[in-house]
């Protein structure tokens, strides 16, 4: 069985490049008068945010945190309640880098279950399935023949039991190299199905101490998130979850224990920083879905012009309804431009980035491509209505807007909707599909990547924008009547 679940983001493949800070420099004022709105602009600063669990599959991550300003609207990184003050807050005794051994909470049954498939045959499924349909993105060192000799000799003894099998598997896929395709437990396949995102806002990665051992980091930190108010800082190691030691147990394992009915709390023992504080964190997990749309209406030119100007902190299930909300609201008030701010915007739900974009492009417009070794991973995604919006469009990028964020940002510019203002984006653009083994548990496979109108491959290089800096309202208008005369002819 296969599993295509709607969600996206990004897990950052290498670690992240030290955080600038973006400050956007504004023409003279005789060139334009940004008035109110600039004043907010120039404080804002790069934060933290990460999309939430994401699957098609694509999780998310990066990054690191700086302060942020007093500004709820126009801040990047809006305030949230301090560490000290929190409820949910409550400092254990600290430790002095922390040795844990690791713990194994695992039990087998292997004796005891009836055998429904053979543990060679697990294996070999798990096999046929990254042969038919796994896109190797990073290492170009995947080829059939590898691929069907790796198997020849794994299936060359026999494979005692269905944990062996498991860690078989486990082994095999770790070898092609691609940190997103791995082997998922019954356990964890079955949290999976159940679409089950209820969560605390935080995204882990594995990362070496550098003398064979692996840490769990806090490599993604959603703004405003329980986990955020509670006071989890990105690059925090997670030592344990409600008690338990979590050394030795993956990213996605540990995500799963994080995991719950709503309203429910669970204890984070997290460490800051290479040596600690430790600190134990009391958190509830999160109800429903936050809005992640912020505005405002400028006058900028001494008053002449109204600008509208909206934050999308995440695209998650209220994105486009709130945005459309948001966009129309200003237009009543009179706004004539619009500025998206897509900066440390992670991602989150893919489909609500593409049905965020449509409501910018003409009908018919391409919104993205998909590639893979699948011909059903082949696909053109297109706009089916008409614009919502027609009003010229800059769209603030850095380099912490990712995935789903980055759907949107290239549709809107190959398209001569936007111009792109910030720092060049992250570069996450892979598709992962969930497929499920005949003993219920499954693997996670990567089996394409996105590619923008013009062509161009998002993973690992990501979108560059047009300006550094924010430039003159004459100059978008401009720009993109030029993109459009281009592109007709």
């Not at 437990?185 to 079955?190: C, V």
């Not at 980091?217 to 800082?233: E, H, N």
Request: with cysteine; proline share 6%.
């Amino acid at each position: 069985m296969r599993l295509l679940l709607p969600f996206s983001s990004p897990l950052s493949a290498t670690s992240s490049p030290s955080t600038p800070q973006f400050i956007p420099e504004l023409p003279p004022p005789s060139q334009f008068d940004y008035s109110g709105l600039t004043k907010i602009l120039k404080k804002s600063v790069i934060g933290t945010l990460t999309g939430a669990l994401s699957l098609t599959l694509v999780f998310s991550s990066p990054i690191s945190s700086v302060a942020a300003t007093n500004d709820p609207y126009l801040s990047v990184n809006p305030p949230s309640s301090s560490f000290e003050s929190s409820l949910n807050h409550f400092d254990s005794a600290p430790e002095d880098c922390p040795n844990e051994e690791e713990a194994d909470t695992e039990i087998q049954d292997d004796d005891i279950e009836p055998q429904l498939v053979t543990n060679e045959g697990i294996v070999e499924e798990a096999w046929e399935i990254v042969n038919g349909a796994f896109l190797d993105t990073r290492s170009h060192s995947w080829t059939p023949e590898t691929w069907q000799k790796q198997k020849d000799d794994i299936l060359a003894s026999p494979i005692k039991s269905r944990s062996k099998a498991h860690e078989v598997i486990k082994n095999m896929l770790a070898s092609l190299g691609d940190q997103y395709t791995r082997f998922l437990s019954p356990d964890e396949f079955s949290r999976m199905s159940k679409y089950d995102i209820t969560g605390i806002g935080i995204n882990l990665r594995e990362v070496s101490d550098g003398g064979g051992n692996v840490k769990l980091k806090v490599l993604g930190l959603v703004l405003d998130s329980a986990a955020d108010i509670a006071g989890v800082k990105q690059g925090d190691e997670i030592l344990a979850v409600n008690g338990m030691d979590v050394s030795g147990k993956s990213s996605f394992e540990v995500s799963s224990l994080l995991q719950g009915p709503s309203k429910t709390f669970v204890v984070l023992k997290v460490k800051h920083g290479k040596c600690g504080p430790v600190k134990s964190l009391k958190i509830q997990r999160q109800v429903n879905a936050q809005t992640p749309v912020s505005y405002r209406l400028e006058k900028v030119d001494n008053g002449t012009v109204s600008v509208g100007y909206i934050r999308l902190k995440e695209f998650n299930a209220l994105a486009r309804k709130d945005l459309v909300i948001a966009m129309k609201r200003l237009l009543d008030k009179g706004a004539s431009y619009f500025v998206m701010d897509l900066r440390d915007n992670l991602g989150g739900l893919v489909q609500a980035g593409i049905e965020t974009a449509k409501l910018f492009l003409d009908e018919g417009d391409t919104v993205i491509y998909t590639a893979g070794r699948d011909p059903e991973a082949q696909k053109t995604v297109v706009s089916d209505k008409k614009p919502l919006i027609t009003a010229p469009l800059i769209v603030m990028v850095n380099n912490r807007t990712a995935s789903a964020s980055e759907i949107v940002a290239s549709a809107l510019h190959d398209n001569c909707k936007a111009v792109l203002v910030g720092e060049r984006t992250y570069g996450k653009g892979l598709i992962q599909s969930v497929y499920e083994l005949r003993d219920g548990s499954g693997v996670v496979v990567t089996i394409g990547k996105y590619v923008t109108p013009n062509h161009m491959d998002i993973n690992g290089g990501g979108i560059e924008p047009d300006f550094r800096n924010l430039p003159a309202w004459d100059e978008v208008k401009e720009r993109l009547s030029k993109c459009s005369i281009l592109q007709q002819s």
